[in-house]
Protein backbone atom coordinates (compact mmCIF):
# COMPACT_ATOMS: atom_id res chain seq x y z
CA UNK A 1 0.00 0.00 0.00
CA UNK A 2 1.51 3.41 -1.36
CA UNK A 3 1.36 6.14 1.91
CA UNK A 4 2.88 9.47 1.93
CA UNK A 5 3.12 10.94 5.31
CA UNK A 6 3.78 14.52 6.58
CA UNK A 7 5.22 15.48 9.29
CA UNK A 8 6.64 18.90 11.45
CA UNK A 9 3.66 20.87 10.83
CA UNK A 10 3.06 22.97 13.86
CA UNK A 11 2.82 26.67 15.81
CA UNK A 12 5.78 29.30 14.82
CA UNK A 13 5.92 33.01 15.47
CA UNK A 14 5.67 35.06 12.11
CA UNK A 15 9.32 35.45 11.21
CA UNK A 16 10.03 31.78 12.48
CA UNK A 17 10.91 28.69 10.39
CA UNK A 18 9.58 25.17 9.79
CA UNK A 19 10.60 22.18 8.01
CA UNK A 20 8.33 19.47 6.86
CA UNK A 21 8.70 16.35 5.59
CA UNK A 22 6.89 13.61 3.89
CA UNK A 23 8.06 9.94 3.82
CA UNK A 24 6.95 7.85 1.33
CA UNK A 25 6.30 4.05 1.82
CA UNK A 26 5.02 1.18 -0.36
CA UNK A 27 6.89 1.79 -3.47
CA UNK A 28 10.07 4.41 -4.35
CA UNK A 29 9.60 7.92 -5.86
CA UNK A 30 12.89 7.96 -7.45
CA UNK A 31 11.29 8.36 -10.90
CA UNK A 32 8.63 10.84 -9.58
CA UNK A 33 8.00 14.45 -9.32
CA UNK A 34 7.03 14.97 -6.29
CA UNK A 35 5.41 18.59 -4.87
CA UNK A 36 3.64 20.68 -1.82
CA UNK A 37 0.22 21.83 -1.86
CA UNK A 38 -1.78 23.81 0.93
CA UNK A 39 -4.86 24.51 1.79
CA UNK A 40 -6.39 27.18 4.21
CA UNK A 41 -9.43 27.08 5.50
CA UNK A 42 -12.54 27.83 3.51
CA UNK A 43 -9.99 28.31 0.39
CA UNK A 44 -8.87 25.94 -2.45
CA UNK A 45 -5.45 23.80 -2.25
CA UNK A 46 -2.64 25.90 -3.88
CA UNK A 47 0.37 25.05 -5.09
CA UNK A 48 3.49 25.69 -2.97
CA UNK A 49 6.22 23.82 -4.62
CA UNK A 50 7.65 20.91 -7.23
CA UNK A 51 10.64 19.19 -7.65
CA UNK A 52 11.63 16.93 -10.58
CA UNK A 53 12.42 13.19 -9.89
CA UNK A 54 16.03 13.59 -9.82
CA UNK A 55 15.80 16.40 -7.97
CA UNK A 56 17.50 19.12 -10.44
CA UNK A 57 14.66 21.10 -11.06
CA UNK A 58 12.00 22.70 -8.65
CA UNK A 59 9.56 25.23 -9.15
CA UNK A 60 7.99 27.53 -6.13
CA UNK A 61 4.78 29.75 -6.20
CA UNK A 62 5.56 33.27 -6.43
CA UNK A 63 4.12 33.81 -2.89
CA UNK A 64 6.49 31.27 -1.23
CA UNK A 65 9.78 31.77 -3.94
CA UNK A 66 12.96 33.16 -1.74
CA UNK A 67 11.37 31.63 1.11
CA UNK A 68 10.95 27.92 1.07
CA UNK A 69 12.88 25.00 -0.58
CA UNK A 70 11.88 21.99 -1.61
CA UNK A 71 14.48 18.74 -1.53
CA UNK A 72 14.15 15.63 -1.86
CA UNK A 73 16.47 12.35 -0.95
CA UNK A 74 15.64 9.20 -3.32
CA UNK A 75 17.78 7.44 -0.90
CA UNK A 76 15.94 7.62 1.92
CA UNK A 77 12.30 8.39 -0.16
CA UNK A 78 11.78 11.42 1.25
CA UNK A 79 11.14 14.92 0.71
CA UNK A 80 11.17 17.99 2.42
CA UNK A 81 10.02 21.78 2.42
CA UNK A 82 12.32 24.19 4.42
CA UNK A 83 9.95 27.03 5.12
CA UNK A 84 12.10 30.40 6.00
CA UNK A 85 10.09 34.04 7.26
CA UNK A 86 6.86 32.42 7.85
CA UNK A 87 3.65 34.88 7.74
CA UNK A 88 0.51 34.32 9.35
CA UNK A 89 -1.04 34.06 5.02
CA UNK A 90 1.23 30.84 5.19
CA UNK A 91 -1.51 29.24 7.80
CA UNK A 92 -2.34 26.23 6.10
CA UNK A 93 -2.89 22.38 5.95
CA UNK A 94 0.27 21.74 4.32
CA UNK A 95 -0.12 18.41 1.64
CA UNK A 96 2.55 15.95 0.09
CA UNK A 97 2.24 14.97 -3.36
CA UNK A 98 3.61 12.57 -5.92
CA UNK A 99 2.66 12.28 -9.67
CA UNK A 100 3.34 8.77 -11.81
CA UNK A 101 5.96 10.60 -14.07
CA UNK A 102 9.30 12.41 -13.49
CA UNK A 103 8.66 15.79 -14.69
CA UNK A 104 7.29 18.84 -13.78
CA UNK A 105 5.23 20.20 -16.86
CA UNK A 106 1.40 21.84 -15.07
CA UNK A 107 3.38 21.18 -11.45
CA UNK A 108 0.91 23.70 -10.42
CA UNK A 109 -2.39 21.51 -11.51
CA UNK A 110 -3.31 19.10 -8.42
CA UNK A 111 -4.94 16.79 -10.67
CA UNK A 112 -1.79 16.14 -11.80
CA UNK A 113 -0.53 14.46 -8.75
CA UNK A 114 -1.64 10.44 -8.28
CA UNK A 115 -0.95 9.82 -4.48
CA UNK A 116 -1.36 12.59 -1.54
CA UNK A 117 -0.77 12.71 1.84
CA UNK A 118 -3.14 13.15 4.84
CA UNK A 119 -1.43 16.81 5.43
CA UNK A 120 0.37 18.77 8.63
CA UNK A 121 -1.11 21.34 9.83
CA UNK A 122 1.25 24.92 10.24
CA UNK A 123 -0.20 27.51 12.40
CA UNK A 124 1.84 30.75 12.12
CA UNK A 125 0.85 33.56 14.15
CA UNK A 126 1.74 37.41 13.94
Known amino acids: QVQLVESGGGLVQAGGSLRLSCAASGRTFSNNAMGWFRQAPGKEREFVAA????????YYADSVKGRFIISRDNAKNTMSLQMNSLQPEDTAAYYCAARWYGSLVAATVPNTYHYWGQGTHVTVSS
Open 51 to 58: ISASGGAT
